[in-house]
């Protein structure tokens, strides 16, 4: 399984960049600015690795790790922002969209930053997992 898991996490990376698509130029959502640093977050890690899973380069997760952590926070922030009240005075969506709206809201939990939390959440882990044998004995 090990030898998989940089391939499973471009597959993840791989449909959160089609589905980020597919809500905003198939589905017409228009995404707030959290959503667009999200994106920013997602999109190098599509690339990254892609090419890594081409070399069979498993270093790459000490260079993807710190795009799933931040993405995975701003994730959660955003998510938060939408579910609860803890955020209602701090709002950087000031113009636009606003950041609270929520275009999907699947079986009641499920939003598009919440889709966002588990890919980067996934990738992290699939990465961590699967990082060289040698480098979890140092």
Not at 34 to 58: E, H, K, S, T
Not at 101 to 129: K, M, S
Request: charged share 15%; glycine share 8%.
């Amino acid at each position: 399984m090990r030898e998989r898991n940089l391939f499973l996490a471009w597959v993840v990376a791989s449909t959160a960049l089609v589905g980020s698509l597919y809500f905003s130029e198939i589905a017409g959502f228009v995404p707030c600015e959290l959503c667009w640093y999200q994106r920013v977050l997602m999109y190098p890690l599509f690339l990254l690795l892609g090419i890594a899973n081409f070399r069979r380069d498993r270093s790459v997760t000490y260079y993807a790790l710190p795009f799933t952590i931040v993405g995975g926070a701003l994730s959660l922030f955003h998510y938060a922002m939408q579910k609860t009240g803890w955020f209602s005075s701090f709002s950087p969506c000031a113009e636009g969209v606003p950041c609270s709206g929520e275009y999907i809201n699947w079986l009641g939990f499920i939003t598009i930053p919440f889709l966002a939390l588990v890919a980067f959440i996934l990738i992290g882990w699939l990465l961590w997992i699967g990082r060289k044998v040698e480098d979890s004995f140092r």
